[in-house]
């Protein structure tokens, strides 16, 4: 069964710093990994797809990375801003079941 | 404009009672999905669709029940055999195969009065 899980839980950085968001995932038969975001009370905001055949995906100052074989992800979060504090969630969409299994997220915020 | 609708964004209800969680996406995606999120907790699978008129069971379907009449539309009933059915509700859809890059909608809160 696949599981998804996501270090650290919260974290929390002054503004401007560059961070790393971690997802791993024990089964690599994947069809691809998303990240999303999250603000509190709302809906999930797609950041970054990517197919597994790709390594990294980038968007502004995110970058996303895939190691399949390692089963890991990580999310690159350039020069922080206080509007990146958010809920930050990775998930893999499971080859031939056709459905997404998401991990628990990483609570972030940016001190201003 | 693109996207997924759900409503209510609110809803409120009482013991024994069904309730209907609308879900609309104008999108042309094959696949839909309702997934519940509690306080702390990552996203449950509840249900999902890839095409019309089918539908699978996910993690938590107990208490729970769908239809897939239209392609735009996949609502969601909360039925009173749920028993602890207050939660953050989202509902989800992306195509499945190709490209499969979900998008979900804003979500309904549903509480139990």
């Known amino acids: 069964k696949q599981e998804v899980t996501q270090i650290p839980a919260a974290l929390s950085v002054p503004e401007g710093e560059n961070l790393v968001l971690n997802c791993s995932f024990t089964?690599?038969?994947?069809?691809?990994l998303q990240w999303f975001r999250q603000d509190p009370g709302k809906g999930l905001t797609s950041l970054l797809l990517?197919?597994?055949?790709?390594r990294e995906q980038t968007s502004g100052r995110l970058n996303a990375s895939l190691d399949k074989s390692s089963g890991r992800s990580t999310l690159y979060i350039a020069a922080s801003q206080p509007g990146d504090s958010a809920t930050y969630l990775c998930?893999?969409?499971?080859?031939?079941?056709?459905?997404?299994?998401f991990g628990t997220g990483t609570r972030l915020k940016v001190l201003a | 404009d693109g996207g997924i609708t759900q409503s209510p964004k609110y809803l409120f209800r009482k013991e024994g009672q069904n309730v209907t969680l609308s879900c609309e996406q104008n999108?042309?995606?094959?696949?839909m999905y309702w997934y519940r999120q509690d306080p702390g907790q990552g996203l449950r699978l509840i249900y999902y669709?890839?095409?019309?008129?089918?539908?699978q069971k996910g993690d938590i379907a107990e208490g729970y029940s769908v239809s897939r009449e239209k392609k735009e539309s996949f609502p969601l009933t909360v039925t009173s055999a749920q028993k602890n059915p207050t939660a953050f509700y989202l509902c989800?859809?992306?195509?499945?195969?190709?490209?499969?890059?979900?998008?979900f909608g804003q979500g309904t809160r549903l509480t139990v009065v």
């Open positions: 989800a859809s992306s195509m499945y195969s190709g490209n499969t890059e979900a998008f």
């Open positions: 999108l042309n995606h094959d696949a």
């Open positions: 990517i197919q597994s055949s790709q």
């Open positions: 998930a893999v969409f499971v080859s031939g079941t056709y459905k997404y299994i």
């Open positions: 089964d690599s038969a994947i069809y691809n």
């Open positions: 669709s890839q095409i019309v008129n089918d539908f």
